[in-house]
């Protein structure tokens, strides 16, 4: 009597995964209906995976869900200068598009279920996966990644059993993945080995008709990006190293594409890749120069050229991606004169004339003091040659009349001077006034406000203990002593910021 149940309960499950499949022509409305239906019948199965007909039939439906709900060419954005222009979708076919993927990934899992080994795992099923772990992207909602998330964390279980299954998904997912969708946009900087070419022929990198057909992966396929981010996350020294001529090709194809989006995808994408790749790969291949000559430019993305909502998630990225890239062609704390000189070239480039441009928007000022707090650790006692530029910059934002409107431009330029006194404390005592009258400034203005927020009292006792910090390093030099008694003469309030 059993053995019947089962059977008619494995020729059930394949007769609705005959139903739920079709012929292959339903509409997108049939689908998510099917995708529904399916997850609900499965809600509350369990398939025994270990009878031929039912993995058979289960097989056929996960490559079918994961043909489905991998997203299409409706969520990628439209070209430039396209002559035809395509129907958008609407937000209510955008929404439902959404739901039917979240649903899909929900069948996966009810299909996969608790033991996911016993079902093959396809490229394909990855791929589909990988496509739903960036929470920035349109199609993805917080219940769609932590589904996806969890999914390929079992496969992955399953994967690495097998040293070499892991190297082959790799291979699989690079290759005949994400490689085609580059191979139109190749960067002409770049060998087959993806080294440096001796002699590159510049090409056009200006929208125009043929833009859509060139690059399928912004225009057609924009998850390829999302996945090829995945695999970066994923991968080893080894690893990467093995499959170098497939990974910077399209990580150089995404960092110089004429989209603001893209870039800020580039450098975050580099980002992931400087922390894995082998520390003289970059040199070798003659990369690290070009990555460093690509971000440079991206230094000068500044208002009003740019508009300031691009700008400043452009910048952070750039700054993060080159300060990276220079610790890992040159070392974290080595003192080399290549390093030194790469870091001096990103301060002179972009820290300051990036204040000289668009130093009056707060916003735009802020980020570029964080980042020139990450610059003075960078370069450590070398920062001292760059304190005569910088120094000014930050007694100009400490001191400036309405400087309490905007604390965290406040905050970021006291943290660069933070990290001037631990880097370069030798010289501090030589710009001492320029330090003093920055902070003894901002500290008198914090306190002459009638209901300071919780935030300028935050910043009053930062900058009473850096104070104090500049007063230990000034307490054996007698004409900084005599100088500073002058200004407690003057001012008794200042007698406890001041204080020796």
């Known amino acids: 009597m059993n053995n019947r149940t089962n059977h008619t309960s494995e020729e059930h499950f394949a007769v609705v995964v005959r139903r739920l499949l079709g012929n292959g022509k339903e509409i997108e409305n049939q689908q998510h209906e099917r995708i529904l239906a399916g997850e609900i019948y499965l809600r509350d199965q369990q398939i025994d995976l270990t009878v031929p007909e039912n993995h058979a039939a289960a097989s056929q439906l996960q490559d079918w869900t994961v043909k489905v709900i991998s997203p299409t060419d409706a969520f990628a954005e439209e070209p430039s200068f396209a002559t035809e222009s395509k129907c958008a979708a609407s937000p209510e076919e955008i929404a439902r598009l959404v739901s039917m993927k979240a649903a899909g990934l929900h069948l996966l899992n009810h299909l996969r279920g608790p033991q996911p080994c016993k079902l093959e795992t396809p490229t394909a099923l990855v791929a589909c996966l990988a ?114 001529p497939l990974i910077i090709p399209p990580l150089l194809t995404i960092l110089d594409d004429v989209s603001i989006v893209y870039k800020i995808k580039g450098c975050e994408l580099l980002i992931l890749l400087l922390k894995v790749a082998p520390s003289n790969l970059l040199e070798r291949s003659g990369l690290g120069e070009i990555f460093h000559n690509t971000l440079m430019p991206y230094l000068l993305y500044l208002p009003s050229l740019t508009p300031e909502e691009e700008s400043i998630p452009l910048l952070n990225a750039a700054y993060t991606a080159l300060i990276a890239l220079t610790s890992a062609r040159y070392g974290t704390y080595e003192t080399t004169a290549s390093r030194i000189k790469a870091l001096d070239a990103i301060f002179r480039y972009g820290i300051l004339k990036g204040h000289a441009h668009a130093g009056e928007k707060v916003r735009i000022a802020s980020l570029l003091m964080k980042k020139s707090t990450d610059l003075v650790h960078a370069m450590g006692i070398h920062c001292v040659k760059h304190l005569k530029d910088l120094l000014p910059l930050i007694s100009t934002a400490l001191t400036a009349p309405f400087a309490t409107v905007y604390p965290p431009l406040l905050e970021a330029a006291l943290q660069t001077l933070r990290a001037i006194i631990v880097n370069g404390w030798p010289r501090v005592g030589f710009h001492r006034g320029e330090v003093l009258e920055g902070l003894i400034i901002c500290w008198c203005r914090i306190q002459d406000e009638e209901k300071p927020i919780s935030e300028l009292m935050a910043i009053k006792d930062e900058i009473e203990d850096m104070s104090h910090a500049v007063m230990q390093l000034l307490k054996d030099d007698e004409d900084a002593k005599i100088e500073i008694q002058m200004l407690r003469d003057s001012d008794p309030g200042l007698e406890t910021l001041l204080k020796i």
């Open 131 to 244: 496509s739903f772990t960036n929470l920035q992207d349109s199609w993805t909602t917080q219940e769609a990644y932590d589904l996806a998330q969890s999914m390929l964390s079992n496969h992955l279980a399953c994967i690495h059993k097998d040293p070499q299954s892991f190297d082959c998904l790799v291979k699989d997912l690079l290759l005949n993945h994400v490689k085609p969708l580059f191979v139109k946009s190749r960067s002409p900087a770049l060998t087959d080995q993806a080294r440096k070419a001796v002699s590159p022929v510049p090409g056009p990198n200006v929208p125009s008709d043929f833009e859509s057909a060139n690059k399928p992966w912004k225009f057609q396929s924009p998850h390829i990006v999302t996945i090829f981010q995945w695999i970066l996350s994923e991968l080893n020294s080894s690893l990467v190293e093995a499959h170098w």
